[in-house]
Structure formats: structure tokens, C-alpha cells
């Protein structure tokens, strides 16, 4: 990712004309090229000078795979320090095109069902590394004239502990000289952590925020999610009342169901209780398969009736539709196993 103020910069240390680094974003960004050889504006020397200095992109993506039924593509991206992560394409058949990236090198939270916590946690990326991912799926898309619509900070890593990156990269996705999608595209999913909760609600835009509950109770929730030994429930659901104040704005409450841990009756009432009166929406997700010893997804029967318990207490309630289980691309799979070289050209 070049942003047009490094492209200037790149431009005046060579004596080159300012409108030269328009032209070149322009090229990159609103006509989706990839490389600079297909600039066609530019003069030759120029193609070179750049090509030797600069990367247009910081993700390269080595592997891929697509889904059976081809709403889903997962790319195992390499980073310039040789390290992976992984970014995902669900097409819905609603017309949402969402794009799911990854904010860290593997994940150091360890959530006991989330295979992205059997990663090795390297180190966060950059907020270059997260906008790549974004434009490398708009650029595949623009190819079968379509566009990326939704973002959704729900891959690999934390965002939250990535916070000053993840601020850059939302500004960049937001901002119409580079992808121009609207705060209201784009949701962040942080597990808990609360003074960035707070600091996020501060912030002067209206970028979505679901935050990863999935236990009712303090007690349930330190035993699946070890980060809930650091912020107390209590503290969490503060931040969160101070969230939706700030902003006016619903808190997504994601609830993943696992089977005997988190989806009996007494849960969904205790979940019914916790958020009652307060602008929000539970999202329950059913579990998807990963190679987690003792973790199982809850039976369809139960999920229905998690759901019902909450609607009847008059909370918004929802199950999502899951894309990508085939290739282990839904949430809670990646762990960078995409197999099958990425073609470079369509
Ligand atoms: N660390 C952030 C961003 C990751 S979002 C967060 O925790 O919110 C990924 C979402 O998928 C989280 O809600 C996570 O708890 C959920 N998840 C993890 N493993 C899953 C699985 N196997 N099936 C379904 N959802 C899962």
C-alpha cells in the first residue's frame, strides 16, 4: 500500500513532477493495476524507477482456496518478512461481498475453540498489511466488475491490540483516494479489551463494533476465553454501555454455541439478562469445525431455542449464516492451511 503523500515524497527526493505521484495512485487505486509496468500514463524510466524502489502491495498472495459451492475464496497471503495470514471472500447471495482480514501474525489470545489461537503469535501487522489485504480482494473483484462492500476485522489476531495500526488502515479504507467504503461497511470484533473499547467509542466515525461475549457469566467466560481472566465482565459490560452512549450506535454481542459449554437454557437466560435494555443485537454463531480436542458445535435444535429464549426476552437475535466451512475459511478456521498455489493472472 502507497499512500499519495509517500508517492509525492517518493517523487520530490527524485526530482520527478508532483502530478506524477497523482497519476500513479490514481492508476493504483482507482484502476486496480498491479504492477507498474501496467501504469499506462507514466513514461518508461519511471516504470523502472519505481519498480525498483517501491511495492505496490505488502501482501502476496501464495495459496488459495475456493469453496465448493464458489462463495468463498481464502488466500494464504505472504508478508514481506516471510510470515502468513489469511484473508477471506464470502460472496453472499444477498449481493454482500465482505472481505475478512487478519490484524496479527497468528494469535496470541488462545481462545480454547479458535484455531487461529493454535498459530504461533508473531507479531501484529502493519496497517499497510491490513489494507492489502482489503484492495488485493477489490482488485479481484473488479475483474468480474463487481466490489468489495463489507470489511469485517474478524481473521487472524486482536485488533484491538493492534489499536494505532488499526486506526490507519480504517482511515484508508475509508478514505475515497484509496477503497472509499463507508464507516458503516466496515465492523471491527474485538474479544474484550476494555480501555480500547472506550478509546474506540471516542473515535469520530461510525465504523461498526461486535465484541466476542460468548459466556454469560464471568465465571464460563474466563474458562474458554483466558483474556477474561484480564478484563472482568463487569468492566467489559461498562465499556460497552459507555459505547453505545457515546455513540448511539447497536453493539453486535457475538455468541459462539458450543455444545454442553455455553448453550443451555440457564446460558440464554443469563445472556437475556446481562444485555437486557440495551441497544444491541446477539449474533449467534454456530460452531465450525476445527481440530480442537473436546469442542463441538451445539446440535441446530439448540441454537433454535438459544435464539427463541432471547427473542422472547425481547432481545434482538440473529444465527449466522456460515460461509466456507468446506475449506476451513469460516470464522474460527483460519490457520493458514490454504493449500493450492495462487494463479497469479485470471
Ligand atoms: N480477536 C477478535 C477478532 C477475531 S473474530 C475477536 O475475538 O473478536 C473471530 C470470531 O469468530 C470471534 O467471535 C471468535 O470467537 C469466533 N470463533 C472462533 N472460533 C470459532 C469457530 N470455530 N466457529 C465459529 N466461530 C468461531
Not at 8 to 23: L, S
Not at 104 to 121: D, I, Q, R, Y
Not at 185 to 199: D, N
Not at 302 to 320: C, D, S
Request: aromatic content about 8%; charged content about 25%; overall charge positive.
Amino acid at each position: 500500500m502507497l499512500t499519495l503523500e509517500q508517492l509525492t515524497d517518493f517523487c520530490q527526493k527524485h526530482e520527478i513532477p508532483a502530478f506524477r505521484a497523482k497519476q500513479i495512485a490514481h492508476a493504483i487505486y482507482q484502476e486496480g493495476v498491479e504492477s507498474f509496468d501496467d501504469i499506462t500514463t507514466i513514461p518508461k524510466p519511471l516504470k523502472k524507477l519505481l519498480s525498483e524502489n517501491l511495492q505496490i502491495s505488502t501482501v502476496t498472495p501464495t495459496a488459495q482456496e475456493m469453496s465448493g459451492d464458489g462463495s468463498t475464496l481464502k488466500i494464504l497471503f505472504k508478508l514481506p518478512d516471510d510470515n502468513t495470514i489469511e484473508g477471506v471472500l464470502m460472496q453472499f447471495k444477498d449481493g454482500r461481498r465482505t472481505v475478512c482480514i487478519s490484524s496479527e501474525v497468528g494469535c496470541p489470545l488462545k481462545c480454547k475453540f479458535c484455531a487461529s489461537g493454535t498459530l504461533t503469535f508473531k507479531r501484529s501487522l502493519t496497517w499497510e498489511e491490513m489494507a492489502d489485504q482489503v484492495i488485493f480482494f477489490s482488485r479481484y473483484l473488479r475483474r468480474q466488475k463487481a466490489e468489495v462492500n463489507h470489511v469485517v476485522y474478524m481473521g487472524i489476531g486482536e485488533p484491538f491490540r493492534n489499536y494505532d495500526n488499526l486506526m490507519k488502515s480504517l482511515k484508508v479504507l475509508m478514505d475515497p483516494e484509496y477503497i472509499g467504503l463507508g464507516a458503516r461497511k466496515i465492523t471491527v470484533s474485538t474479544a474484550g479489551m476494555v480501555e480500547k473499547i472506550r478509546q474506540f467509542a471516542d473515535e469520530p466515525f461510525q465504523v461498526n463494533l461486535a465484541l466476542s461475549l460468548h459466556a454469560p457469566t464471568q465465571e464460563l467466560r474466563q474458562e474458554i476465553m483466558p483474556i477474561a481472566l484480564r478484563y472482568k465482565l463487569d468492566d467489559l459490560m461498562d465499556a460497552i454501555r459507555y459505547y453505545v452512549d457515546k455513540t448511539k450506535r447497536r453493539i453486535s454481542f457475538e455468541y459462539v454455541m458450543l455444545r454442553g459449554i455455553n448453550d443451555t437454557e440457564k446460558c440464554a437466560k443469563q445472556l437475556a439478562k446481562l444485555v437486557k435494555g440495551m441497544l444491541c443485537h446477539v449474533n449467534l454463531i454456530p460452531y465450525n469445525a476445527t481440530d480442537i480436542p473436546g469442542i463441538e458445535g451445539s446440535e441446530k435444535a439448540t441454537i433454535k431455542r438459544f435464539q427463541e429464549i432471547l427473542e422472547e426476552a425481547g432481545i434482538p437475535a440473529t444465527t449466522r449464516v456460515s460461509l466456507g466451512q468446506d475449506i476451513s475459511a469460516a470464522c474460527g478456521q483460519l490457520a493458514n492451511k490454504a493449500q493450492k498455489p495462487f494463479a497469479t493472472k485470471k
